[in-house]
């Protein structure tokens, strides 16, 4: 008997838990049936839509309780999240940044933006973010350390900072990350873009690094509109951000002294109450989500060839945005697949082109990127909203 074609049996798994629709099933949409329109309201009526506002420090405070790190700036995306975070620790021209080769491009965006050099590196199957041991092994060879820290050997250009992105909201394996980049006096910056709500060994992802970063953006757990956020325990650091986000205004009652070039990188408020709105159901949608998963584990477990990422060990994942991944044997059917499944009305996504690959990034340092090539040959993102 002839097997059934991988197509099939992929969009029948995908029946299995979201029904025939008559309706495309987009990859995320958003949930906004809690106290948005109460507080949106509410802001217009007191006019303080703008950068001036009580929902602003509502949410950064909201955030803090909810993570548990000490604090938080909001910010109008989160790629200016990325750039305030790299500016803070002086990240600029003659610099590189370790980034992996497997992310969205606003992490790469971000370095660029200082002038710095994007660097990539490779990620692990395992958490799909980036390889803290195949990094240690490479550092061994192309880093050099001397009484200004760490350069490149190569390049010359000296390594400031590395920034793991929690992928899908899976969180890397930080501590072991945070471990490396020690020994070689390399920054850490978690894009948690994706990871609001993921906990690592128990605790909310974003508080190992120097700093973290958050999306709001409207495909995220929970959305502003447009929206970031940088979380940090460094009370300067975060004195720093304010200020480089703000304008770098000095507080007086009148007079306009700025006393560096910064920018106008605030959450306006208005953004900010829909935030407050959000944040407030965040729990349940995370619920919502591992439930989802759970159910989509469920329908691939039989499926032959194809495996659902299932969470590292140590975390406990928000599931953002669930993924299969096809088995190396049969990686060329993905193509096959995601039209399959488009055609059957599931909005299913490839993983983004790999950096590298990107026209303004084809002469960045990079290395061996094995591993991302494969995940990028057989992952495929599944309709992942919380209201399925
Ligand atoms: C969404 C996202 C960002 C950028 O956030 P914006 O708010 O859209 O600027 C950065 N990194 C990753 C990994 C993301 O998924």
Request: charged fraction near 20%; include cysteine; hydrophobic fraction near 40%.
């Given at each position: 008997?002839?097997?059934?074609?991988?197509?099939?049996s992929i969009?029948?798994?995908?029946?299995a838990?979201?029904?025939t629709?008559h309706?495309?099933?987009?990859?995320h949409?958003?949930?906004?049936?809690g106290?948005?329109q109460a507080?949106?309201?509410?802001?217009i009526?007191?006019t303080?839509?703008?950068?001036v506002?009580?929902y602003?420090?509502?949410?950064?405070?909201c955030l803090?309780e909810y993570?548990?790190?000490?604090?938080?700036?909001?910010?109008v995306?989160?790629?200016?999240?990325?750039?305030?975070?790299l500016?803070?620790?002086?990240?600029?021209?003659?610099?590189?940044?370790?980034v992996p080769a497997?992310?969205?491009?606003?992490?790469?965006?971000?370095?660029?933006?200082?002038?710095?050099?994007?660097?990539?590196?490779d990620s692990?199957?395992?958490?799909?973010?980036?390889d803290p041991d195949?990094?240690?092994?490479?550092?061994?060879?192309?880093a050099?350390?001397?009484?200004?820290?760490?350069?490149?050997?190569?390049?010359?250009?000296?390594?400031?900072?590395?920034?793991?992105?929690?992928?899908?909201?899976?969180?890397?394996?930080?501590?072991?990350?945070?471990?490396?980049?020690q020994?070689?006096?390399i920054?850490?910056?978690?894009?948690a873009?994706?990871?609001?709500?993921?906990?690592?060994?128990?605790r909310?992802v974003?508080g190992?690094?120097?700093m973290?970063?958050?999306?709001?953006?409207?495909?995220?757990?929970?959305?502003t509109?447009?929206?970031?956020?940088i979380?940090?325990?460094?009370?300067?650091?975060?004195?720093?951000?304010r200020?480089l986000?703000t304008?770098?205004?000095l507080?007086?009652?009148?007079?306009?002294?700025?006393?560096?070039?910064?920018?106008?990188?605030?959450?306006?408020?208005?953004n900010?109450?829909?935030?407050?709105?959000?944040?407030?159901?965040?729990p349940?949608?995370?619920?919502?989500k591992r439930?989802?998963?759970?159910?989509?584990?469920?329908?691939?477990?039989?499926?032959?060839?194809?495996?659902?990422?299932v969470?590292?060990?140590?975390?406990?994942?928000?599931?953002?945005?669930n993924?299969i991944?096809i088995?190396?044997?049969?990686?060329?059917?993905?193509?096959?697949?995601l039209?399959?499944?488009?055609?059957s009305?599931?909005?299913?996504?490839?993983?983004?082109t790999?950096?590298?690959?990107?026209?303004?990034?084809?002469?960045?340092?990079?290395m061996?990127?094995?591993v991302?090539?494969?995940?990028?040959?057989?992952?495929?993102?599944?309709?992942?909203?919380?209201?399925?």
């Amino acid at each position: 008997m002839s097997e059934r074609p991988l197509t099939d049996s992929i969009v029948s798994a995908l029946q299995a838990v979201l029904g025939t629709t008559h309706n495309p099933v987009p990859l995320h949409e958003p949930d906004l049936k809690g106290n948005e329109q109460a507080y949106i309201k509410d802001c217009i009526h007191s006019t303080f839509v703008s950068t001036v506002g009580a929902y602003v420090g509502r949410f950064e405070r909201c955030l803090i309780e909810y993570t548990g790190i000490r604090h938080a700036v909001a910010v109008v995306n989160g790629t200016a999240a990325l750039h305030a975070a790299l500016m803070a620790i002086g990240v600029g021209v003659g610099d590189e940044v370790l980034v992996p080769a497997l992310t969205f491009v606003a992490t790469a965006n971000a370095v660029a933006y200082t002038g710095a050099v994007p660097h990539f590196v490779d990620s692990e199957e395992r958490t799909l973010g980036v390889d803290p041991d195949k990094l240690a092994a490479y550092l061994s060879s192309v880093a050099q350390i001397d009484k200004n820290g760490c350069s490149n050997r190569h390049t010359g250009r000296r390594i400031k900072a590395v920034i793991p992105m929690h992928t899908f909201g899976h969180p890397v394996d930080i501590d072991r990350l945070c471990d490396v980049c020690q020994q070689y006096s390399i920054s850490v910056i978690e894009d948690a873009a994706e990871a609001l709500g993921s906990l690592y060994k128990g605790r909310h992802v974003g508080g190992k690094g120097r700093m973290s970063i958050l999306s709001f953006n409207g495909n995220k757990i929970i959305t502003t509109g447009g929206g970031g956020a940088i979380l940090t325990n460094d009370t300067q650091l975060a004195e720093d951000l304010r200020h480089l986000t703000t304008t770098a205004k000095l507080p007086h009652r009148w007079t306009y002294h700025h006393d560096q070039v910064a920018f106008n990188y605030r959450m306006p408020n208005l953004n900010a109450a829909l935030g407050c709105a959000q944040i407030e159901r965040l729990p349940h949608m995370v619920e919502k989500k591992r439930r989802l998963a759970e159910r989509y584990a469920d329908a691939f477990a039989d499926v032959h060839a194809v495996q659902f990422f299932v969470e590292p060990e140590f975390a406990r994942s928000n599931y953002w945005l669930n993924a299969i991944l096809i088995d190396p044997a049969h990686g060329r059917q993905r193509d096959a697949v995601l039209s399959a499944t488009h055609e059957s009305g599931y909005l299913t996504r490839p993983v983004w082109t790999l950096m590298h690959r990107l026209p303004m990034f084809r002469n960045c340092p990079k290395m061996d990127l094995s591993v991302a090539k494969r995940i990028e040959s057989r992952l495929i993102n599944l309709p992942s909203s919380a209201c399925l």
